[in-house]
């Protein structure tokens, strides 16, 4: 700068004004106030020297929700849930709205769309409009893992990056890119493998399969074909065994068969709404290592099995519900026969397993390895079953329906699929039934000691009489300690009850059970007659 005569620098004249660098440091003018520097004019500044900002688009969900939808289809459930489907560069995907999966691709449109981030209330406005569109869409069934479409085609979801499907068909299964039905995954979902056609698979599947009889291994097998098919209601599969027959890692590895998921198998729900949302997300539902069993998990298992629809209070609402439509296949492992209700042992399939040698034990690296080996193939002679099913159910008849008779024939449809003899199913399930029966009879209480007491006391004519007079006979027989056990009733309303719940076990031992009608409701118990 120039300096005067006496050396100090001179001021900038006003038509000369300093030009410096961008420097966001404040300065310090005469009056001791800070100040900025003035920035250089750039070539992309404006005529007045104003900085020009970039262009920003305002994220409404008005100028969006079009330019979003060309990417998705919006569409609901029965039960009015909003689904999108969206497409992922050569497939398909089907997310709930409310879901992250959607949540994330609607935050990724709104990003390409405005090009800005988008606030989270423009998000929540463009989600209220999706719903809206879903609404107005048509309306889908929703499916997971497996979907039975009125027994003529079955298709099972992958679950792989591809949403790839298999469809079965009377004739044949194949693999097929963009699966008709509508396929919805919930987090933890895995991947199934290709299936592979081989002659080998049910061979592979026994040799890693610890059963004890061959009437355990078709039963199992059974299982394993029905939850495939898809055609509910299902049976409820129950693992038998003393500790050291490996119940629990066969267990894993027959649902990796049907549903693999990150969680394979759970302990028993804390309460009925655990339950209820486990089957509300997975296909397949595994408990292990139960002991007891609740009247009321009972129940509520048996309605999962069956199909019956279920509903709970949606989260953070006090009237809102969710609900819980379609049969889910149900596995359970334990010691001994742990399924004492009535109701619950005659939709079972009762498969023992035996003890597992010393000299044959093996890692559960090794075992691993050999089923991810052979998981192919076995899935590939499990379709071959499915499809023989469809294609020999429109002519299969049974000379007399057991319980469970839609599956009882589902699966006598699929005998020649697996190389079994005519009848072969009906049989096992038969003789495990009356074992089954038979242990529920010895595991409920209430049950025997009705037994004892009319075959003791009334062994020609019978006993009737009211729930009230019923327990107090009763309890002048059996010990103190089973009187103050839970397991024990303590009011005539609670005998009543038990007395509905033993009647199926007691007519299977011959006993006959009315109920009088008249303002007493009497119960008339009526044993078999002797042996001659």
């Known amino acids: 700068p120039a300096t005067n005569p006496l050396g100090t620098a001179a001021p900038p004249t006003p038509d000369a004004p300093s030009i410096v660098p961008d420097d966001p440091t404040p300065q310090e003018d005469a009056t001791g106030r800070k100040r900025r520097r003035r920035r250089a004019p750039r070539a992309e500044d404006g005529a007045d020297g104003t900085p020009e900002r970039p262009k920003r688009r305002r994220a409404g969900a008005g100028d969006v929700i079009h330019e979003i939808a060309e990417g998705a289809q919006f569409w609901h459930a029965p039960d009015g849930t909003g689904y999108a489907t969206i497409t992922m560069g050569e497939h398909l995907e089907n997310w709930p709205l409310e879901s992250k999966a959607f949540d994330r691709w609607l935050a990724e449109r709104l990003l390409a769309v405005t090009g800005s981030v988008p606030a989270s209330g423009t998000r929540r406005d463009v989600a209220a409009i999706c719903d809206v569109e879903a609404q107005r869409g048509p309306c889908h069934d929703v499916h997971r893992r497996v979907a039975n479409v009125d027994d003529t085609r079955v298709f099972l979801d992958l679950c792989d990056a591809d949403w790839r499907a298999v469809e079965i068909t009377a004739s044949e299964w194949q693999l097929i890119d963009r699966p008709p039905v509508k396929f919805v995954r919930s987090p933890g979902m895995l991947a199934l493998p290709a299936p592979d056609a081989s002659d080998e698979g049910l061979r592979a599947l026994q040799g890693l399969a610890n059963t004890a009889t061959d009437a355990d291994f078709v039963l199992l097998t059974a299982w394993l074909v029905g939850?495939?098919?898809?055609?509910?209601?299902?049976?409820?599969?129950?693992?038998?065994?003393?500790?050291?027959?490996?119940?629990?890692?066969?267990?894993?590895?027959?649902?990796?068969?049907?549903?693999?998921?990150?969680?394979?198998?759970?302990?028993?729900?804390?309460?009925?709404?655990?339950?209820?949302?486990?089957?509300?997300?997975?296909?397949?539902?595994?408990?292990?290592?139960?002991?007891?069993?609740?009247?009321?998990?009972?129940?509520?298992?048996?309605?999962?099995?069956?199909?019956?629809?279920?509903?709970?209070?949606?989260?953070?609402?006090?009237?809102?519900?969710?609900?819980?439509?379609?049969?889910?296949?149900?596995?359970?492992?334990?010691?001994?026969?742990?399924?004492?209700?009535?109701?619950?042992?005659?939709?079972?399939?009762?498969?023992?397993?035996?003890?597992?040698?010393?000299?044959?034990?093996?890692?559960?690296?090794?075992?691993?390895?050999?089923?991810?080996?052979?998981?192919?193939?076995?899935?590939?002679?499990?379709?071959?079953?499915?499809?023989?099913?469809?294609?020999?159910?429109?002519?299969?008849?049974?000379?007399?329906?057991?319980?469970?008779?839609?599956?009882?024939?589902?699966?006598?449809?699929?005998?020649?699929?697996?190389?079994?003899?005519?009848?072969?199913?009906?049989?096992?399930?038969?003789?495990?039934?009356?074992?089954?029966?038979?242990?529920?009879?010895?595991?409920?209480?209430?049950?025997?000691?009705?037994?004892?007491?009319?075959?003791?006391?009334?062994?020609?004519?019978?006993?009737?009489?009211?729930?009230?007079?019923?327990?107090?006979?009763?309890?002048?027989?059996?010990?103190?300690?089973?009187?103050?056990?839970?397991?024990?009733?303590?009011?005539?309303?609670?005998?009543?009850?038990?007395?509905?719940?033993?009647?199926?076990?007691?007519?299977?031992?011959?006993?006959?059970?009315?109920?009088?009608?008249?303002?007493?409701?009497?119960?008339?118990?009526?044993?078999?007659?002797?042996?001659?």
């Open 227 to 532: 939850a495939l098919g898809g055609r509910g209601p299902f049976p409820i599969g129950i693992f038998s065994g003393e500790a050291g027959t490996g119940k629990s890692q066969l267990a894993m590895k027959v649902r990796s068969l049907v549903d693999p998921s990150v969680a394979l198998v759970r302990s028993a729900p804390r309460d009925l709404r655990d339950l209820f949302a486990s089957a509300a997300n997975e296909y397949v539902l595994v408990l292990d290592n139960i002991s007891t069993m609740p009247h009321d998990l009972s129940d509520e298992l048996c309605r999962i099995a069956s199909g019956s629809a279920s509903s709970a209070r949606a989260l953070h609402t006090n009237t809102e519900q969710v609900f819980l439509t379609g049969a889910r296949p149900i596995l359970l492992n334990g010691i001994g026969h742990f399924g004492q209700q009535a109701d619950l042992m005659s939709r079972a399939l009762v498969i023992r397993l035996a003890p597992i040698p010393a000299t044959a034990r093996r890692t559960e690296r090794e075992m691993d390895a050999d089923f991810r080996a052979a998981q192919p193939r076995i899935l590939g002679a499990l379709l071959d079953a499915v499809s023989a099913a469809l294609r020999h159910l429109p002519d299969t008849s049974l000379a007399e329906l057991p319980r469970m008779a839609d599956f009882a024939l589902f699966m006598t449809a699929a005998e020649p699929g697996l190389g079994w003899e005519a009848g072969a199913f009906v049989n096992a399930m038969e003789a495990g039934r009356i074992e089954a029966e038979g242990a529920a009879f010895d595991a409920d209480p209430v049950a025997k000691a009705i037994a004892d007491f009319v075959t003791s006391e009334h062994p020609i004519s019978g006993w009737e009489g009211t729930a009230t007079a019923l327990l107090a006979a009763l309890n002048e027989r059996v010990p103190e300690s089973l009187r103050k056990s839970r397991i024990w009733p303590l009011t005539s309303t609670g005998m009543g009850t038990r007395v509905d719940r033993a009647a199926p076990l007691l007519r299977a031992r011959g006993f006959l059970i009315e109920r009088r009608r008249g303002a007493a409701r009497n119960v008339a118990i009526i044993p078999p007659p002797p042996a001659e």
